[in-house]
């Protein structure tokens, strides 16, 4: 069937550094897709989202790249802070059977060295 | 006030007990989300109602029934509890449309099935 998942399961970096956590799709139908963090003890919170017609996207301090040719989205953090330890989901809009809903990937933990 | 509210937080029930997980919104979205978190899975979607009387299962409905009481609220039960339901839970909601992935969760809850 059809996944979305991470390339690592883990990720630290040195506060001030950027970040980049990466996450490759299979599914060629998905047209949508979003990065979402969620802090211990807390709900999954949207960061930035992505549609298939672009292949960047800009928030603060965040960018998103979309690939499609490879199937592969990343999200990069610019200036990562502590505040930024976190899970990092990405998710994909699955047009097939579940009415589009959202497809989650199993999440890259980001730890930020002081 | 949280957006969307799950009740209770924390369980910690016996196996064949059932239980029911509670989840209010006042964010006035029409379409409601149960999602279950296991360390290493991402998040899998259980149940989803697009308005009260719609209800559909996702991908893990097995051993799981919803009931939307309105359009506030979408709880979750399972009838006889086993351990292998030990999990994070958690409500979602989302706007009506076309390209409206973004879901809001709640906090989550937590449930113990020994």
């Known amino acids: 069937g059809e996944s979305v998942g991470l390339h690592l399961p883990t990720l630290s970096v040195q506060e001030g550094d950027n970040s980049i956590i990466n996450c490759a799709y299979s599914n060629s139908a998905s047209d949508y897709f979003i990065w979402y963090k969620q802090e211990s003890g807390k709900g999954p919170q949207f960061i930035i989202d992505i549609r298939s017609n672009m292949d960047k996207r800009q928030g603060q301090r965040v960018t998103v790249l979309l690939n499609k040719t490879v199937k592969h989205l990343s999200l990069q953090i610019a200036a990562t802070q502590p505040g930024d330890s976190a899970v990092y989901f990405c998710a994909e809009k699955d047009y097939g059977g579940s009415q589009g809903n959202l497809i989650f990937g199993k999440g890259t933990k980001l730890s930020v060295k002081p | 006030d949280a957006d969307v509210t799950q009740t209770p937080r924390n369980r910690i029930t016996k196996t064949g007990k059932r239980i029911m997980l509670e989840c209010s919104q006042t964010?006035?979205?029409?379409?409601m989300y149960w999602y279950r978190q296991d360390p290493g899975l991402g998040l899998r979607l259980i149940y989803y109602?697009?308005?009260?009387?719609?209800?559909n299962k996702g991908e893990i409905s097995d051993g799981y029934s919803v009931s939307r009481q309105a359009q506030a609220k979408f709880s979750l039960s399972l009838e006889s509890a086993i351990p292998n339901q030990t999990a994070l839970y958690f409500c979602?909601?989302?706007?009506?449309?076309?390209?409206?992935?973004?879901?809001?969760f709640g906090e989550g809850s937590r449930l113990t099935v020994l």
């Open positions: 979602a909601t989302s706007r009506q449309g076309p390209d409206t992935g973004e879901l809001f």
């Open positions: 964010k006035g979205h029409d379409r």
């Open positions: 109602s697009f308005d009260v009387k719609d209800i």
